[in-house]
């Protein structure tokens, strides 16, 4: 069965900036819309971002609207999320998700419809 595998996170100063990526293993991503979202300590799983399989439609939580970049490079398999300007409350797991069910051109922004996911990788912004 395939499987999502986040890498790229660690700490980081406020302001500074982490690369994420959510590669397929065994799953081909191109076939998927992909979210991106995340988890700090005593809070629910929120969506940061999606994008569709398109690539064409994303979007992106109010808090990171600005400072977080999605793309895909579907030779790569690879989703990533670019995050600028870090700030403290950026801080928690983050981790990705796919559903292959979604249309071509949408994706979603909550967690109870996406079928796969990654382990998630925690992600400190702290100074």
């Known amino acids: 069965q395939g499987q999502l595998v986040e890498s790229g996170g660690g700490v980081v100063q406020p302001g500074g900036s982490l690369r994420l990526s959510c590669t397929g293993s065994g799953f081909g991503l191109e076939s998927a819309g992909i979210g991106w979202f995340r988890q700090a300590p005593g809070r629910g799983r929120e969506g940061v971002s999606c994008?569709?399989?398109?690539?064409?439609?994303?979007t992106y939580d109010d808090s990171v609207k600005g400072r977080f970049t999605i793309s895909r490079d579907n030779e790569k398999n690879t989703v990533y999320l670019q995050m600028n300007n870090l700030k403290p409350e950026d801080t928690a797991v983050y981790y990705c998700?796919?559903?292959?069910?979604?249309?071509?051109?949408?994706?979603?922004?909550?967690?109870?419809?996406?079928?796969?996911w990654g382990q998630g990788i925690q992600v400190t912004v702290s100074s």
């Open positions: 998700a796919a559903n292959p069910n979604f249309g071509y051109w949408s994706c979603r922004h909550q967690p109870h419809e996406y079928d796969y």
């Open positions: 994008i569709s399989r398109s690539a064409t439609a994303t």
